[in-house]
């Protein structure tokens, strides 16, 4: 299937937002930790990737790290313009999510069933940007930037 353009200017349905609302409380952050990562890819498939939840989700396949193992996990992503935009959040936790190490160590990656070449994103007004865009997806990296003792990680998929 291909990849969805999720567009992060787009007005959203109450729907969406009652989703976003739920996403942000307690229960919806412990069901999106815990329950997500293991129904994400069957859901997925029959929504056509668009799952349950506030946001579009697409598998990204990246090279482990340590291994040179191919990993596969269920990432949130959003466009700016052609490129999708993918944020190493691990749901608000402390850490950065595995994945974020592997495309440190490995850049080149498979995300949505195409080719990218991913880059960390540095630069501190590109970052604020994206950021910002990324919040009117999801309003919960809001609560995450508030709550951990980290900066994101950004990332942006350029074709390859």
């Not at 990296?141 to 709550?147: G, H, N």
Request: one cysteine or more.
């Amino acid at each position: 299937m291909p990849l969805r353009y999720v567009d992060p200017n787009k007005k959203r349905g109450p729907i969406y937002r009652a989703n976003v609302r739920f996403g942000r409380t307690r229960a919806g952050l412990f069901l999106g930790r815990h329950f997500s990562p293991r129904v994400d890819p069957w859901v997925s498939g029959l929504t056509n990737g668009r799952g349950f939840g506030p946001v579009v989700n697409a598998p990204l396949i990246t090279t482990g790290a340590k291994s040179g193992q191919p990993r596969q996990v269920f990432v949130a992503y959003f466009h700016d313009g052609r490129d999708p935009i993918v944020i190493a959040s691990n749901y608000g936790g402390q850490k950065h999510p595995q994945w974020y190490y592997n495309l440190k160590a490995h850049p080149d990656c498979e995300f949505g069933g195409e080719r990218f070449q991913a880059t960390h994103v540095t630069d501190p007004d590109e970052y604020a940007r994206l950021y910002g865009l990324a919040e009117k997806v999801f309003a919960g990296y809001t609560d995450y930037r508030a709550r951990v003792g980290r900066q994101i990680p950004i990332f942006r998929l350029k074709p390859g």
